[in-house]
């Protein structure tokens, strides 16, 4: 592997962003399987029924139902394998960068971390808490894999901190309120009507009152957005770069709160599920290039040799 060329940084960020683009994809298509109620079309796991890793004729489960869900499973062999795309552009990039190397190397350890948390999904019959595992999974990976977008263009030397240095102390609480903000969903998820499959037990608690939870996480989640607009524009260092990606993620949450009342007022139909979903992988992927933002690691190029040095003297 040592002999093999390093890619071009076009070839590496292109890869990069399909890793993002394909662990936002799975958390999706995975909203699809439960909104269907897909989540059993195969029955076990890796295999999709006992004796067979293809759908088959089966008296219980529909041939469409098996598909999505074998389909879905498909995508995760997609996935890894962009995955470790990703990791062996970065271990063969030059000069080496040992950030950019374990963030690449997360890729594809998280796609086989991800692939058991989806068999134990299967094993214990869609049980609501193994589903909000199987997407907190997804979550972090989606975060991590926005990092590894922008180690592309970063070094190993220590962070060098840009924007107001209270906006970097406010960033970590986002970062808490977000989490708290998804498992609060999980929970909804887990209570509402989309199980997976109809015989799955649902979550023992009022959906209206984890749904007002929720909301809740939204709403101090949006007030801390504002304060970090009025830091972006009170400290006056901010980059313009820094500041659009602060639009970008008012844009999603905006969008995101917005369709999450809407499925709530419309009785959580299935195609604002998976819209909602969508969203969600939006939100952490945004909150993930600020938080970035506001720690770059310099690249060290190599500077270009002098030829005058090359040049053998009279």
Known sequence: MERLPGASVRVQRAVAIAVLVTQSLIAVTGSVVRVTGSGLGCRTWPQCQPGSMF?????????????????????????????????????????????????????????????????????????????????????????????????????????VPHGPRALRALLPVLVVVLVGLLVAGTMVTGAGPHAGDSATPRLALPVDTLAHVHAAFLYVFLGLLLAVGVLLKAGGDASPKLWRRYLVLIAVTLAQGTIGFVQYLTGVPEVLVSLHVLGATAVIAATASLYAGTLERPLARPTPVDERHLTPQP
């Open 55 to 159: 759908p088959v004729d089966h008296p219980e489960f529909a041939a469409l139902q098996q598909w999505i869900e074998f389909g879905n499973r498909l995508l995760t062999g997609v996935v890894g394998f962009i995955a470790l795309a990703a990791f062996l552009l970065a271990y063969l990039d030059r000069p080496r960068r040992r950030r950019y190397v374990r963030l690449g190397l997360v890729m594809p350890l998280g796609v086989v971390v991800q692939a058991v948390i989806g068999g134990l999904t299967v094993r214990f019959d869609l049980l609501w808490w193994t589903v909000a595992v199987h997407f907190l999974a997804s979550a972090v990976m989606i975060w991590l894999a926005t990092l590894l977008v922008h180690a592309i263009d970063e070094g190993d030397g220590p962070p």
